[in-house]
């Protein structure tokens, strides 16, 4: 159409470089006139290490970034891809370069492996997003959805066990709402606060309730949750319960069973 040429696709072009001698994989690409870091994502998508650094080694720039901000450490950590984390430091990327939310690698809740790389590469435990989940740290975002080792390994290099973000959510409270009760002993045994409450009033325990989570509910309770708690408008835990989202009677079952066993 208008006389150009539909461009191969991405398995045409990489079995093509693949398949080529490595001294030859430079030329074949300029000769086709394709950018070396327009390839970077779609290599740590469906690549290889190899082919990786194939192209860093020809000059392909890491810190490029997408529309969305997205560098291609963002893309290797979201993809868990550690071998490739690993090549893209070496290269000099910048570990702490964040999107256009504000969400830096440290954020991407990647598997312990990637999180201690990024450390020891100068990743900021301190940082803080801007976007619509504002002023999150990579404690909130591991907390929620990371791995437990990730978490203490965060607290070990200082991240702030009772940071705020822009809710007064602390990574408690992300680690309740996200159901993972490994997360929210890892935090209690490190100190975090269990009777602070955000600017909705809820504390982790009214968190867990209106969720309808009985087991996180079970496990606050046995921490010394406080079973009087009331939300912003008043509600006690079993008013919480019962509109709760999910499994509200077994939630009211958790709660009855704390109450009369004290």
Known sequence: MNGLRERPDFATRMHTLHDLPLASRASYLKRRKWQLHSLLPEVIYRGTSLMLLSLLARGADPNTADEGGVTPLLYATDHRRAAMVSLLLRFGVDPNRPDHDGYTPLMHHGPTL?????????????????????????????????????????????????????????????????????????????????????????????????????????????????????????????QCAEEGYWRPEETVAVLRHALHTG
């Open 114 to 238: 990637i999180t201690r790389r990024l450390l020891y590469s100068g990743a900021d435990p301190h940082a803080r997003t801007w976007g619509p989940w504002s002023y999150q740290t990579p404690l909130h975002a591991t907390a929620g959805m990371g791995t437990c080792g990730s978490v203490r390994m965060l607290l070990q290099w200082g991240a702030e066990v009772d940071a705020r973000d822009g809710d007064a959510d602390t990574p408690l409270m992300a680690a309740v709402t996200g159901h993972g009760s490994p997360f929210t002993r890892l935090l209690l045994e490190h100190g975090a606060a269990l009777h602070t409450r955000n600017s909705d009033g809820d504390t982790p325990l009214l968190l867990a309730v209106g969720r309808g989570f009985p087991e996180m509910v079970r496990f606050l309770v046995q921490q010394g949750a406080n079973l009087q708690d009331r939300d912003a408008k008043g509600r006690d835990v079993f």
